[in-house]
């Protein structure tokens, strides 16, 4: 007679790539952070020398100078990104009767904002000071808030279009148009003399994060009717979908 073996237990599931991914821009972000308020001598030489660089060739350029100051003003502006976070909220709303994934969109943004500011206050890191400038900026330095919150919003506006299964022709669009304008925006702040690189870096980190944190949540509370957390399903309402009677 056979004696029967207790099945052995699963093993666990390995770690998600998007949980390992936040697991590094959070210690990306926390390492910088750390190193930009204790004020690290070889990260502000390396800051220093960057910027001291882009400013006098800046000052030398005066066109490209004024075209960075109109991308970073109106193109580019946090504002603006937030103008078009909202926009996509309300086609969100509107055309698809997502009413969550809208306000989770908007929400994200706004404590991307909040994250933000509240950094720019503990840090209190002093921007450049030039004899000659070429723009002026408020507020503290660290990190960038063009930069995080250009991050935050094409972050994750390329997020939804994925979701819901958009042509290859948009997805590779809107992800040029992406890429573009987040690492613009970063190059026009340290050329216009307003930050320094690594306010950038923090910015880009910061929102990085802050994004994919934001789709964990949403996959987590929001998943998708056919349990595939919401990845790469058609773009259709955030309500599941109902039976015929």
């Known amino acids: 007679m056979r004696t029967s073996h207790a099945e052995s237990p699963p ?77 996509a909220a309300v086609l969100l709303v509107r055309r698809y009767s997502a009413l969550w994934t809208a306000l989770w969109l908007v929400l994200t943004v706004a404590a991307g904002t909040a994250v933000q500011q509240g950094l720019k206050a503990a840090v209190d890191r002093p921007r450049p000071v030039w004899p000659d400038p070429v723009d002026s900026a408020h507020y503290a330095a660290f990190p960038s808030g063009h930069a995080m ?43 216009l003399g307003v930050h320094w690189p690594t306010d950038v870096l923090g910015g880009w980190l910061l929102g990085a994060l802050v994004v994919a944190a934001a789709i964990g949540v949403h996959r987590r509370l929001h998943p998708s009717p056919d349990g595939t957390l919401g990845v790469s399903e058609p773009f259709t309402s955030d309500d599941p979908p109902r039976r015929p009677r």
Not at 24 to 38: F, G, H, I, K
């Open 149 to 191: 919150t250009a991050t935050v919003v094409c972050g994750l506006l390329l997020w939804l279009l994925h979701r819901h299964g958009v042509s290859r022709a948009l997805w590779r669009t809107a992800l040029a148009v992406a890429v573009v304008s987040v690492a613009g925006v970063g190059l026009t702040r340290v050329w």
């Open 11 to 87: 093993s666990p599931p390995e770690p998600r790539p998007a949980t390992l991914a936040t697991g590094v821009l959070a210690l990306c972000s926390a390492l910088l952070l750390a190193l930009v308020a204790a004020k690290w001598r070889p990260l502000l030489d390396v800051d220093e020398g960057i910027a001291r660089t882009t400013h006098r060739w800046a000052v030398a350029d005066p066109g490209l100078t004024q075209t960075a100051r109109i991308l970073t003003d109106w193109i580019w502006d946090p504002w603006t990104m937030r103008v078009l976070c909202a926009a």
